[in-house]
Nanobody
Framework: EVQLVESGGGLVQAGGSLRLSCAAS????????IGWFRQAPGKEREGVGC????????YYLDSMKGRFTISSDNAKNTVFLQIDSLKSEDTAVYYC????????????????????WGQGTQVTVSS
C-alpha cells in the first residue's frame, strides 16, 4: 500500500522555523518526484516546491524561493520541507505528493496530477 505521511506541523511564533517531513512507503522512492503544497483557509491549494528523488534537484515557485528549502533522505524514504522566518500568511495545511509517471520533474510540477497525496499537516503561525 502506498502511503505518504506528513508530520512536523504545529503552532509556532512568527519568525520561527519548522521542518516538515513526508515519509513515503509502498513504492520505490528513487523513481518519484515529490512536491510540497499548501492550502490556507479559504484559499486554493498552491505549490511550494518539488524535488526529484533521483538526482535531488529542487524546484520552487518563485514566490517561495528564499524561506523554503526542500531536501530528501532517500535511505529513509523521506522528503523534508524547511520553512524559515515563518509569517502568519504561512498558516496552512501542508501536503506532500508523489508521482513517477514521468522520469523527470515536469515543468508544470505545480499543477501536475500527482498519483499520491498525503493527508497533510497543519502549520499555524502566531503573530
Amino acid at each position: 500500500e502506498v502511503q505518504l505521511v506528513e508530520s512536523g506541523g504545529g503552532l509556532v511564533q512568527a519568525g520561527g522555523s519548522l521542518r516538515l517531513s513526508c515519509a513515503a512507503s509502498g513504492f520505490t522512492f528513487d523513481d518519484y518526484f515529490i512536491g510540497w503544497f499548501r492550502q490556507a483557509p479559504g484559499k486554493e491549494r498552491e505549490g511550494v516546491g518539488c524535488i526529484s528523488s533521483n538526482d535531488g534537484k529542487t524546484y520552487y515557485l518563485d514566490s517561495m524561493k528564499g524561506r523554503f528549502t526542500i531536501s530528501s533522505d532517500n535511505a529513509k524514504n523521506t522528503v523534508f520541507l524547511q520553512i524559515d522566518s515563518l509569517k502568519s500568511e504561512d498558516t496552512a495545511v501542508y501536503y506532500c505528493a508523489a508521482d513517477s509517471s514521468v522520469p523527470f520533474v515536469p515543468l508544470n510540477w505545480n499543477s501536475f496530477e500527482y498519483e499520491y497525496w498525503g493527508q497533510g499537516t497543519q502549520v499555524t503561525v502566531s503573530s
